[in-house]
């Protein structure tokens, strides 16, 4: 009999934690005077995730994996030490997991504040009503995968890559519409969300080189969450892109602190193993101008990761997370993104030979302000030459 209710008393739990952390999110959005960096918010609501103490037990894994040349197979016998699942009570305790990452999203933030004028009015309640629903079902999916997968680090991490790309492909696929229909036209967005996606599948190539995708049934939830996802994510796109980069940038902020936990937890196991081939060749070899892409808060060639062991490898997946919320966060503010290269782009741009070549990018913001706003070549032509000429 226990057995036979024991899946009712789960989701009763589920829920009552649903509506805990909904009712946090409006009250910490909606405090009048109390001045919360954005982070500081969601860093607490996705590490009050139930974390036990955890016993260890000895798992013997072979790992097979192909690079590049598909006739040479590159096999390693990984000994890890995986650990075992206490089950976590209702109640939740926190886990600071505040690192570098949380001293550069403020000073991003604050940038992004200082330039733009600050919402108002109703516009102030639209966006904290977005932040509270992207934070009830990031938190809600985080206390899913909390329970099917704590025991079970590279399937977790596998389904988190598989979801991770998503959001970018629904950015583009969305981004490609418009431009069909005339409403908008600008290369940074379609360059940096293509390289994040390109990053993440990095991310997955090295999952599913450790055997996160050995089980049937690992891989059945993440492709059928990421496509329920998808139409999720474009649907929120087109309504709202502000709403869709918020989202993108809590479950950015999520696979951060996942790493750093585990990186913290098994850094020294991780030190002892070798890296996967996949993860060398990506960050070591090669053209490298997809990899700098995708940050656009550092120059060009400013960050080269090593590679010695697996422990490198975890750090560097870590790293790109926090580079890709920092880009998330950019986005949320129209006109502020711009591709790390763009700065070459524009010195080109300022010849008089390449003045001409050069089109007026079309904006906007949503499907109905792109209705509303659409308008010829020539339009733009002139509302840009009108600006220049205001210029001193």
């Not at 990984?78 to 600071?96: G, T, V």
Request: contains cysteine; neutral net charge; glycine residues 4%.
């Amino acid at each position: 009999m226990e057995q036979r209710y024991r899946p009712l008393n789960q989701i009763g739990i589920a829920i009552f934690g649903l509506i805990q952390s909904l009712k946090f999110a409006v009250r910490k959005e909606t405090r009048k005077g109390e001045k919360i960096s954005e982070l500081a918010m969601a860093s607490h609501i996705f590490n009050t995730a139930s974390v036990p103490k955890l016993t260890i037990s000895s798992v013997d894994r072979r790992v097979a994996f192909t690079g590049k040349n598909s006739l040479s197979t590159f096999r390693i016998r990984i000994s890890s030490r995986l650990p075992s699942l206490e089950r976590p009570h209702l109640q939740r305790k926190p886990i600071a997991v505040r690192s570098a990452l949380a001293g550069d999203m403020e000073e991003t933030e604050q940038q992004s504040e200082g330039s733009v004028k600050p919402p108002a009015g109703w516009e102030k309640w639209v966006i904290q009503a977005e932040r509270a629903f992207n934070v009830l079902l990031t938190d809600s999916v985080i206390f899913l995968l909390d329970g099917l997968y704590a025991d079970r680090h590279y399937a977790r991490f596998y389904v988190l890559e598989t979801i991770a790309r998503v959001p970018y492909f629904a950015f583009v696929s969305v981004l490609h519409m418009y431009e069909s229909f005339g409403w908008w036209r600008r290369a940074d967005y379609l360059k940096i969300h293509f390289a994040e996606s390109w990053n993440e599948l990095h991310h997955l190539l090295v999952m599913e080189a450790l055997g996160g995708d050995e089980k049937w049934v690992d891989r059945f939830l993440a492709q059928h969450i990421a496509v329920g996802y998808y139409f999720l994510t474009a649907l929120m796109y087109t309504i709202s892109p502000r709403m869709a980069y918020n989202f993108s940038e809590c479950v950015e902020r999520h696979a951060y602190s996942t790493y750093d936990k585990f990186i913290k937890q098994h850094g020294e196991e991780l030190k002892k193993l070798p890296a996967p081939e996949v993860a060398v060749k990506y960050y070591t070899e090669g053209d490298l101008y997809m990899f700098d892409e995708f940050q656009t808060n550092r120059a060009p060639n400013s960050r080269r990761p090593k590679v010695d062991n697996l422990y490198d490898v975890f750090v560097n997946i870590r790293e790109d997370e926090g580079e890709h919320c920092k880009t998330m966060v950019a986005c949320q503010t129209p006109g502020r993104l711009s591709s790390p290269h763009a700065a070459d782009l524009q010195a080109k741009a300022d010849t008089d030979d390449a003045k001409d070549n050069f089109l007026p990018p079309a904006e906007c913001v949503g499907i109905l302000d792109c209705v509303v706003t659409s308008s010829s070549f020539a339009s733009r032509v002139q509302r840009l030459s009108a600006k220049e000429s205001v210029k001193p």
